[in-house]
């Protein structure tokens, strides 16, 4: 079954240079198709002909498009992509490889690649701990996780059985 809801990511020009970002970040991604701006509609867009217009690309399975816009519009942190992860060394991955080359890192786990790209890099263990029984456990994890950037799922666990972190 074809997806049916495709997030499009509109970029200034460089969306087939995130395309084979994303696509080199993530297991089992591909370039599906790229598109190009033809002389039609050049007084409205403004595009070079020939030029990238959009991209659509498959991340581990999810299919997203990437349009070359032009500079109108910029990514903000109320759009991100939660990459939910097994172990701290997929974190670890995760983390490096999107704030490389000009990413930089935010609190709680959140950060912005090279793009502006907003992305939450969180252990599945994380929502474990909060969504738990343990009222008290779960306001520790939340305390603890509040002074990270990239989460560190052995002092998630120390805060969750109580002890400092």
Not at 80 to 99: M, N
Not at 118 to 137: E, I, K, N, R
Request: charged share 25%; hydrophobic share 40%; glycine share 8%.
């Amino acid at each position: 079954m074809q997806q049916k809801i495709t997030p499009c990511l509109w970029f200034d020009t460089q969306a087939e240079d995130a395309a084979k970002f994303y696509c080199a970040v993530f297991d089992n991604s591909r370039i599906r198709t790229v598109s190009r701006y033809g002389e039609e509609g050049h007084d409205i867009h403004g595009m070079p002909a020939g030029s990238v217009m959009a991209v659509e690309f498959e991340l581990d399975g999810q299919l997203f498009s990437a349009l070359n816009g032009g500079p109108l519009f910029k990514f903000s942190e109320a759009i991100s992509f939660q990459i939910r992860c097994q172990d701290q060394a997929e974190v670890d991955d995760y983390w490096a490889e999107l704030t490389a080359d000009g990413g930089e890192e935010g609190p709680c786990g959140w950060l912005k690649d090279k793009f502006g790209l907003s992305w939450q890099v969180v252990p599945t263990a994380l929502y474990d701990m909060l969504t738990g029984d343990d009222h008290a456990a779960s306001q520790r994890v939340t305390k603890a996780f509040l002074q990270m950037k990239k989460f560190d799922i052995a002092a998630l666990e120390r805060a969750f059985e109580g002890e400092s972190v």
